[in-house]
């Protein structure tokens, strides 16, 4: 309903909105009510039992839980396998209507116990980032308020100074009930800090225990700040380790827990300013590219066949008479290598092997540090027998650019995966770039979509309304201050010129400083507060300015902004979330006075700083100025709005106070927030793709670090591959089969001899399981040979390294899609539809590809020293980014708001579906297990191995 009515327009959906409103307020008032109820019966209680409760609610929770425990479990299963948001949203609104089914009953008692040990800790003081305060609150009601929203799930909106940091402490006990942990999520560091600092020893009276994490904690800091029942933080210091969690090569160094409940505080500035930019976590594309150049030489003097000629010498020993295997023993000792022009592969034979390990002057490929060269040798071989210059590719400005096979197109961004493209650049003799690459990356939107649970306060979010409501779901209740705002806004002094604005800023705070009253300047720029600064200097007018860049510090100088004389200037970010008290007389002479320089792009950020005046019913009152040259007037304001008003101006420095421009800046800013959302629209499309691709990537490797059904994982891929190969050489006519094809393949994937003899009378799908069980039961005789144990270690670090290189190839190649999407000339394909479908088709072939290098190894390699070393190597983080997103330029947005329509491209799932019944599809017979742990052996037993 509110959707629809959030996509409406005009002053019909203001007053629903306001009526929806002033309902939801009113909603809330009941369970205010009943606190109130229960404040005089706890009041009588001794501290004891006032902790106790806490136990007590524990165990009311614990109750209520059992009649849902199925319910739960079969939810959070089904979340973590959804792939596509939507989904995810439908099932975590689900499980949060299970788990406010047993948390709302308790609100009253619970926040009353809240509320009266802030009561009993008034007097008291504490440390506090530093510095010793007193504590003196206890919730107001509309404090109660603010906070039964924020436990349902809602965006709080409520003035600077109306005590948000205390109203954050009662959702976050009685969910941290639930024993799943709560984030309370700040803008940085020193805030987190603070306001553990703040709050911590309330949660600690009632016995929970509160933790902060920090950027630079040592992860067993962090660990132990994780597993507390309250962890405070900054939303970069979140996402970053969830990022790094799933870097971890090592399941014991992971730090997040899951994500269950997060407030997020200033929650515009995260969800709306932030989430303009990913969070992308970047290192080194190749160890060393040394090794394209050497496989390069190596291969260079190699005597290398096709498979044709290959197969016609065979061919022609067997009809004089030699035995087949003896005739390719032959022939292989004659040739290093030979290459499939119809499987685009390349096959090194054993004397190729022997002769790469004495030019590269390695002992073995198959164990230790080594496994890696046979594939850097089969590349280089591709490259230069299988892709020729000019035909598949071309060299352009010391670069290889792929032409499309099927329309001849140079395709630059594209590039050829798992190190191909590499293997062509030496080939060309051409400088392979020692580059970085994203090595993890998430937007907050898709970050803060993993919760189950989020919620959020600020002071403006009622201008985003519709975006926080379209993307994540969030709803936004006003709530009315606690004493009634008597803050003064002027209207906005219009000047032509940014100089002659300059001086009347400079005339305003002279103005107001000499009768004694504060004043806080806000500027845009670093660099227009050196300007004023400057310019107050010449006046000898003592100020501060403030960059927010040492937040701490900046906090301590802010917290005195109120005191008479002061004059402090401030970038937006400076010293917010630092409440600003008045000093001795200051409200009797007027409060503090706002001096906003220039509108910002948003109106909201504009509703920040003069919020900062006019605290707790304080008086305050503010002003912007504005000139014909600030950005926002030139680029959006319409022409004839300046020169009307130029002209009906009198003199030069004079302000023009017109509402006409005040309306017309209104629109203007509203015009800018409409073009930055499309801008967030863009990224979160951008992202989607990717999102899909790493939650079923994270979740696989996650299964695998942890050692969960690692020989299930194996035995599939084996199937699905020699299924495959099935497929290839015993195709639809019985005529064409190639079991000459099939037999050569399962001996160099899997070392299994076998004999034609042994595919007579046989179906494809007979001819499957027939291989199936040969490979099984070479793999239990391996699993037999190396014991159970260090299988295990084998198989993990086999899959732990496949699945890491390959989605750090994955990931390359999509850092490549993205910035060379745009420079293709489609006809007719939009860039982010192009980049969806090739995303899409990459995706495929990486998951492809890790199932063939896991099935090819998992005979050959043997268990390695120093196996960890090498995994830790692929990921080595250079920067931890939170930048401006490149992807789109303003031309490339029009493009892109017509490709809205484009269709979902669905990853194909880690193991692909196969049309019949399945080894892991529920059992055909109805017993709901899986097939393979059903009638997989009866029905299969018949065969035999
Ligand atoms: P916000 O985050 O909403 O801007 P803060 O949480 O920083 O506000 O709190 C601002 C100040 O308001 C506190 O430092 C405190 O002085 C005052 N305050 C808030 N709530 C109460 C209360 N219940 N009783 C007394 N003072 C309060
Ligand atoms: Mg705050």
């Avoid at 003196?136 to 940091?165: C, S, W, Y």
């Avoid at 399962?746 to 004999?755: D, N, Q, S, V, Y």
Wanted: glycine letters at 6%; aromatic letters at 8%; a negative charge.
């Amino acid at each position: 309903m509110l959707d629809k009515a959030v996509s409406g327009i005009g002053r019909g959906l203001e007053r629903l909105l306001g009526s929806h409103n002033e309902r939801y307020l009113k909603e809330l008032t009941e369970p205010v009510e009943e606190i109130k109820h229960w404040e005089r019966t706890f009041r009588s209680l001794s501290d004891r039992e006032l902790r106790a409760k806490t136990d007590e609610f524990r165990k009311r929770i614990e109750e209520a839980v059992k009649g849902f425990e199925d319910e739960l479990e079969a939810l959070r299963n089904q979340m973590n396998e959804a792939l596509s948001a939507k989904e995810k949203l439908r099932l975590r609104g689900k499980i949060r209507e299970i788990e406010e089914k047993i948390l709302d009953p308790l609100i009253p008692e619970a926040f009353t116990v809240v509320k009266e040990a802030c009561r009993r800790l008034v007097g008291k003081s504490w440390e506090v980032a530093g510095v010793e305060l007193e504590w003196n609150m206890v919730p107001f009601d509309v404090q109660l308020v603010g906070a039964i929203a924020l436990h349902r799930g809602t965006i709080v909106e409520m003035a600077t100074g109306e005590g948000k940091t205390l109203v954050a402490v009662m959702p976050a006990y009685l969910n941290a009930l639930l024993g799943q942990g709560v984030h309370i999520i700040t803008v940085n560091d020193y805030l987190a800090r603070r306001d553990r600092d703040w709050m911590g020893p309330i949660y600690e009276f009632l016995g929970l225990s509160v933790g902060v994490i920090q950027s630079q904690m040592p992860k067993e800091e962090k660990q132990a700040a994780y597993r507390c029942d309250i962890t405070y933080g900054q939303n970069n210091e979140f996402g970053f380790d969830y990022l790094r969690d799933n870097m971890e090569i090592d399941a014991a160094n992971q730090v997040q827990p899951s994500l269950h409940y997060a407030i997020l505080d200033e929650v515009d500035s995260i969800l709306i300013d932030e989430a303009r930019t990913p969070l992308i976590i970047s290192g080194p594309a190749f160890e060393s590219t040394q090794k394209y150049y050497q496989a390069d030489r190596c291969i260079r003097p190699f005597k290398v066949i096709d498979q044709q000629t290959y197969d016609n010498e065979v061919q022609e020993m067997v009809a004089r008479g030699m035995p087949e295997t003896t005739a390719k023993a032959e022939v292989e000792e004659k040739y290093d290598a030979r290459y499939d022009q119809k499987h685009n592969s390349s096959i090194i034979h054993d004397r190729g092997i022997i002769r790469a390990q004495r030019s590269l002057n390695v002992e073995d490929f198959y164990g230790g540090e080594n496994v890696d060269w046979p594939h850097f040798l089969e590349q280089a071989l591709r490259a230069h027998h299988l892709f020729k210059r000019d035909q598949d590719y071309v060299v352009k400005g010391g670069q290889v650019v792929i032409v499309d096979e099927f329309t001849g197109r140079l395709m630059p961004g594209r590039v050829w995966s798992n190190g191909l493209h590499q293997a062509i650049e030496a080939k060309e003799h051409l400088k392979i770039k020692e580059e970085n690459q994203t090595l993890a990356t998430i937007t907050f939107q898709n970050f803060f979509r993993l919760y189950e649970k989020i919620a959020g306060m600020t002071g403006t979010a009622k201008t985003e309304e519709m975006e926080l409501y379209k993307i994540y779901g969030l709803e936004v209740l006003q709530i009315p201050t606690n004493k009634p705002l008597i803050r003064h806004p002027y209207p906005d002094a219009v000047y032509r010129t940014e100089e002659e604005k300059f001086n009347a800023v400079i005339d305003e705070i002279m103005e107001v400083h000499q009768s004694g009253r504060p004043v806080l300047v806000g500027t845009r720029s670093i660099e227009k507060s050196e300007r004023l600064s400057k310019m107050l200097k010449e006046q000898g007018i003592e100020h501060e300015v403030l960059n927010a860049k040492h937040h701490q510090r900046e906090a301590q100088i802010v917290a005195t902004a109120g005191q008479s004389n002061r004059v402090t200037i401030a970038t937006n970010m400076a010293g917010r979330g630092t409440d600003i008290v008045l000093g001795q007389g200051v409200a009797e002479s007027g409060g503090l006075h706002i001096v906003g320089t220039e509108r910002h792009e948003a109106r909201r950020i504009d509703n920040q700083l003069s919020g900062r005046a006019g605290r707790q019913g304080d008086p305050g009152s503010s002003r912007f100025f504005l000139s014909f040259e600030d950005e926002i007037m030139r680029l959006f304001i319409p022409e004839w709005i300046g020169g009307f008003l130029q002209r009906h101006t009198v003199a030069e420095g004079e302000a023009i106070e017109h509402s006409m421009v005040t309306k017309a800046i209104g629109r203007a800013q509203k015009k800018v927030e409409e073009r930055n959302f499309q801008i967030r629209k863009d990224l979160l499309e951008f992202d989607e793709v990717m999102d899909q691709q790493r939650k079923l990537i994270y979740s696989q490797r996650q299964k695998v670090l942890l050692g969960e059904g690692l020989k299930d994982m194996i035995l599939d891929m084996m199937y699905e591959r020699i299924e495959i190969a099935v497929e290839t050489y015993c195709g639809a006519r019985r005529d064409e089969w190639d079991f000459d094809g099939l037999i050569a393949w399962a001996r160099k994937k899997f070392g299994l001899e076998i004999t034609e003899a042994d595919f007579a009378g046989k179906s494809p799908q007979e001819i499957e399981e027939f291989l199936y069980h040969r490979a099984l039961a070479r793999y239990a005789q391996k699993e037999k040979d190396l014991d159970e144990e260090a299988m295990r270690y084998l198989e993990r670090f086999l899959l732990l390294s496949s699945i890491d290189s390959k989605w750090k190839d994955h990931l390359y190649r999509m850092d490549q899609l993205r910035s060379g999407i745009y420079l293709r000339s489609y006809a007719q394909v939009e860039p982010i539809i192009a980049y969806k479908q090739e995303g899409s088709r990459n995706f495929g072939e990486m998951l492809d590809s890790i199932q063939e290098e896991v099935t090819d190894l998992i005979f050959k390699v043997r268990p390695q020293e120093r196996a960890e070393e090498r995994l830790a190597r692929l990921w080595q983080v250079e920067e931890l980014i939170h930048r401006e997103f490149a992807g789109i330029s303003r031309q490339q947005k029009a493009a892109l708001a017509a490709s809205e329509t484009a269709g979902e491209e669905r990853p194909q799932p880690f193991i692909r579906k196969r049309p019949k019944v399945g080894r892991n599809a529920p059992c055909p017979c109805g017993s709901g297990r899986k097939y393979k742990h059903c009638c997989w052996d009866k029905d299969h037993a018949r065969i035999g191995a």
